[in-house]
């Protein structure tokens, strides 16, 4: 069974600042991760997501986040916050073989502040 | 490409009423998913379906019935609403071939239960 765990339902940070999301997950085998990004009101989108290969992974809007197989670690980071960046982060895993459903994590609030 | 879409985005219903939550995908995905999002718990998985006539029971499929009689469709449809089953709905797809692990998400349907 696949779990994830998110640190922190609720991350502040000021603009300008790093931001950092952490996830880590449970999988019985090497996983696919993935992170998704809510708005207000709004679907989930696709942020980024690790398959194989290179295990850095740079997503949309500045986001990157860096697969760490030692630690079952999944990060989000972001070099420097902006405003436009304040929504709900979800992190999830699922097994690579054929159809996998994604197990969630309960998601991290990020609010930035001017 | 409309992508995925849901139906109705808004709902109010009694305890004991019954509706149809319909999705639809025109991206010719084979895999589609329901999800409950519930405040702090991420998203769980309701049903998910493989294919045309094939179906399976997520995490939480209790109260719920699936149907997937076309590949464009799946609707999610509740028996006898309860309180409990107060939450925004997701729908989701996603293709069955190499390269095509990305699940994409429709906008939601947010259904309250009196």
Request: with cysteine; hydrophobic share 35%.
């Amino acid at each position: 069974a696949q779990s994830v765990t998110q640190l922190g339902s609720h991350v502040s940070v000021s603009e300008g600042a790093l931001v950092l999301l952490r996830c880590n997950y449970s999988s019985s085998v090497p996983p696919y991760l993935f992170w998704y990004v809510q708005y207000p009101n709004q679907g989930l989108q696709l942020l980024l997501k690790y398959t194989t290969g290179a295990t850095l992974v740079k997503g949309i809007n500045g986001f990157e986040a860096e697969f760490k197989k030692s630690e079952t670690s999944f990060h989000l980071t972001k070099p420097s916050a902006h405003m436009s960046d304040a929504a709900e982060y979800f992190c999830a895993v699922s097994e690579p073989s054929g159809y996998s459903t994604l197990t969630f994590g309960k998601g991290t609030m990020l609010l930035v502040s001017p | 490409n409309a992508g995925v879409t849901q139906t109705p985005k808004f709902q109010v219903l009694k305890t004991g009423q019954s509706m149809t939550l319909q999705c639809a995908q025109d991206m010719n995905h084979e895999y589609m998913s329901w999800y409950r999002q519930d405040p702090g718990m991420g998203l769980r998985l309701i049903h998910y379906s493989v294919g045309a006539g094939i179906t399976d029971q997520g995490e939480v499929p209790n109260g719920y019935n699936v149907s997937r009689s076309t590949t464009e469709d799946f609707p999610l449809r509740l028996l006898s609403a309860a309180p409990s089953q107060t939450s925004v709905y997701f729908c989701a797809s996603r293709g069955s071939t190499a390269g095509t692990d990305t699940q994409y998400f429709g906008p939601g349907t947010r259904l309250t239960v009196l």
